[in-house]
């Protein structure tokens, strides 16, 4: 079955500095990937989508990339602040299927 | 309204209770969701909803737990007898396209929280 794995640790981050998130999935690749952001106690808030034959999508300060060789995305948050503090979940979308399926997510922290 | 809204936000239920978990979509969105996330873990799919039709059930614990949208709109999540195990925030999410993801983000309401003793 599909496995997906994000940092199991939680990643700590000095304010201003770059953050960067990964997301490994094994067999073979989505059609869709996609990046949610998580506060305690709240569902999650989507973030930014990428296709298959996309390398990277911008928004704002953030950054995605999707190496389907390697089958893995990065998630990047630059110039980071302590609001940024959240759980962020990778969620991939295969065309074969009508599921999204998660991550276990990584808790980053950016400490002032 | 504005978002997709669940309730109850919290619910206590007893050892062999039945529950009933609601979820309000967002107006016209076809796609409908249901996640179970235990703590410190990412969404587990449960089941999914085209309009009124159950296409993929197959996240579905066991025999206990049962979805139905019958009108295409609102959805119950029904768990019978629960267990302990059962314990675990139940999120809800919608989707404007079909097939569920894909292009189209997923718009997650805020949970119910079920704690079972």
């Known amino acids: 079955s599909q496995k997906i794995e994000q940092n199991s640790e939680a990643l700590n981050i000095q304010e201003g500095k770059t953050a960067t998130l990964t997301c490994n999935y094994t067999n073979y690749s989505p059609a869709y990937l996609q990046w949610y952001r998580q506060d305690p106690g709240r569902g999650p808030v989507f973030l930014l989508l990428?296709?298959?034959?996309?390398k990277e999508k911008r928004k704002e300060r953030l950054k995605v990339t999707f190496d389907t060789t390697l089958k893995q995305s990065l998630f990047h948050i630059t110039a980071s602040q302590p609001a940024d503090s959240a759980t962020y979940l990778c969620?991939?979308?295969?065309?074969?299927?009508?599921?999204?399926?998660f991550g276990s997510g990584t808790r980053l922290s950016i400490r002032p | 309204g504005a978002g997709v809204s669940q309730s109850p936000r919290y619910k206590v239920a007893k050892r062999g209770q039945d529950v009933a978990l609601r979820c309000d979509p967002i107006?016209?969105?076809?796609?409908l969701f249901w996640y179970q996330q235990a703590l410190g873990q990412g969404p587990e799919f449960l089941t999914y909803f085209q309009n009124e039709a159950q296409l993929d059930k197959s996240g579905l614990p066991s025999d206990r737990f049962f979805a139905e949208r019958p009108e295409g709109s609102v959805s119950t999540l029904k768990i019978q007898r629960t267990q302990q195990e059962d314990s675990a925030v139940y999120l809800c999410?919608?989707?404007?396209?079909?097939?569920?993801?894909?292009?189209?983000?997923?718009?997650f309401g805020e949970g119910s929280r079920l704690t079972v003793l």
């Open positions: 990428i296709r298959e034959n996309e």
């Open positions: 999410a919608s989707s404007l396209r079909t097939s569920g993801g894909g292009t189209g983000e997923l718009f």
């Open positions: 107006s016209g969105h076809v796609s």
């Open positions: 969620a991939l979308w295969y065309s074969s299927a009508s599921k999204i399926i």
